[in-house]
């Protein structure tokens, strides 16, 4: 299994909605990454957990709320989001030697 | 975090050779990647070079680094209407958390 797996593929929520974004894989990986990519944009790096531990926050607000239940799952609670948040929101695992593993992503509209 | 470089677009025609560039500016990176992201869909990692090669191929796909340059390049041979796509290129430390850095991304036209 070389699937990173994620849900839901489309999320439209309300300013005043709590929502979950959900990951999982099955590969071993111990590193996992959440990723923010707007359209025509490149990725930008949220979140990343090693051995379940947050590693790097690079300044996301507190909207967004990571969790990592255990090394396969890796979840993004959001709460009281912006319509600026809309995009598509993407997770990846890897193994130590660095090779990323993306899922397909959620696309989250904000209204 | 260091801004990665790419052309916005590219057109060629079916069979013919494309080459996509990307100029990247830190010099201390260890791995170089090539992804490619069709539209809707996930990052799919097409290859990487590690920072001390210069040239790696990989069945229809070459990738040649000049590290004094900072300049890194995918060619595809033998191009597919199905290679159409944004091909992002990628530069990170690499280790147990691998933080990437993508480029801006270029856009593949394929031609029939």
């Known amino acids: 299994d070389t699937e990173v797996t994620q849900t839901p593929k489309h999320l439209v929520m309300g300013m005043t909605n709590k929502k979950s974004l959900k990951c999982e894989q099955h590969?071993?990986?111990?590193?996992m990454y959440w990723y923010k990519q707007k359209a025509k944009k490149p990725p930008e790096l949220m979140f990343v957990y090693s051995y379940e531990k947050l590693s790097i926050n690079e300044s996301v607000p507190s909207r967004f709320s990571p969790e990592c239940p255990n090394s396969s799952l890796l979840n993004l609670h959001l709460h009281a989001l912006q319509p600026e948040d809309s995009a598509l929101y993407l997770c990846a695992s890897s193994q130590d030697n660095g090779e990323l593993f993306f899922g397909e992503g959620s696309r989250l509209t904000v209204l | 975090g260091e801004d990665v470089e790419q052309s916005l677009f590219l057109s060629v025609r079916e069979g013919d050779s494309s080459v996509i560039n990307c100029t990247y500016t830190d010099s201390s990176s260890t791995y170089l990647y090539w992804y490619k992201q069709e539209p809707g869909a996930g990052l799919q990692l097409l290859t990487y070079i590690f920072s001390n090669m210069d040239m790696k191929q990989d069945q229809r796909l070459t990738v040649l680094l000049n590290k004094k340059d900072k300049h890194l390049s995918l060619r595809i041979a033998d191009t597919q209407t199905g290679d159409s796509a944004i091909y992002f290129c990628a530069e990170s430390y690499g280790g147990a958390t691998n933080k990437l850095i993508f480029g801006t991304g270029t856009l593949l036209a394929v031609q029939p």
């Open positions: 590969m071993g990986h111990r590193a």
